[in-house]
């Protein structure tokens, strides 16, 4: 059974950091494309970065890059988020997610999403 | 960029139902457009990829259509577990991935 599995979410203050992980088991990982996709309290789906199965290509959406890394450690089976000067308006649920194995340009399996909060 | 725009932004039906919901895109994306299911508090269900391809254990009554800039969802008789957020993603700028904004579908 595929699981993704998200943590790291937490209360963070403007301007400070946060890194998110997943687990990902129950495939083979380093065969897939992962991305993080997150959504605002309330708000619609936003894609946020992904990743190449062997790490050597990563994209941004325009609002992150600079400041968020996506990175991957296939024989952990782990996909990473690294969150840095944060923003009232990352503030959002994050899932981890995986594309379809072909095409790539799909989502198959989702986490179960991990919060993230930016506030004083 | 890219830019997915859905309508209704909502819509009401009762069960039995059938319900269109459209997705634009902004430049033509040929056929690469998913459809993706959400309740509230759940993550996103893949239902339709390519456009019109129905995703495993997805039931028959999703359907989808359409391809360049004009794309249809269409579930033929509502069942109750279907009142939810539906959104469209494009990944024809793959691997830039844009989504809708969402349809919300609610009981009447």
């Known amino acids: 059974e595929v699981q993704l599995v998200e943590s790291g979410g937490g209360l963070v203050q403007p301007g400070g950091s946060l890194r998110l992980s997943c687990a990902a088991s129950?495939?083979?990982?380093?065969?897939?494309?992962m991305s993080w996709v997150r959504q605002a309290p309330g708000k619609g789906l936003e894609w946020v970065a992904n990743?190449?199965?062997?790490?050597?290509?990563?994209y941004y959406v325009d609002s992150v890059k600079g400041r968020f890394t996506i990175s991957r450690d296939n024989a952990k089976n782990s996909l990473y988020l690294q969150m840095n000067s944060l923003r009232a308006e990352d503030t959002a649920v994050y899932y981890c997610?995986?594309?379809?194995?072909?095409?790539?340009?799909?989502?198959?399996?989702w986490g179960q999403g991990t919060l993230v909060t930016v506030s004083s | 960029d890219i830019q997915m725009t859905q309508s209704p932004s909502s819509v009401s039906a009762s069960v039995g139902d059938r319900v269109t919901i459209t997705c634009r895109a902004s430049?033509?994306?040929?056929?690469?457009l998913a459809w993706y299911q959400q309740k509230p508090g759940k993550a996103p269900k893949l239902l339709i990829y390519?456009?019109?391809s129905l995703q495993s254990g997805v039931p028959s009554r999703f359907s989808g259509s359409g391809s360049g800039t004009d794309f249809t969802l269409t579930i033929s008789s509502l069942q109750p577990e279907d009142f939810a957020t539906y959104y469209c993603?494009?990944?024809?700028?793959?691997?830039?991935?844009?989504f809708g904004q969402g349809t919300r579908l609610e009981i009447k």
């Open positions: 997610a995986r594309h379809t194995l072909w095409p790539w340009y799909y989502f198959d399996y």
């Open positions: 129950g495939f083979t990982f380093s065969s897939y494309w």
């Open positions: 993603q494009q990944a024809n700028s793959f691997p830039l991935i844009t």
């Open positions: 430049q033509g994306i040929s056929s690469w």
């Open positions: 390519a456009a019109s």
């Open positions: 990743i190449k199965q062997d790490g050597s290509e990563k």
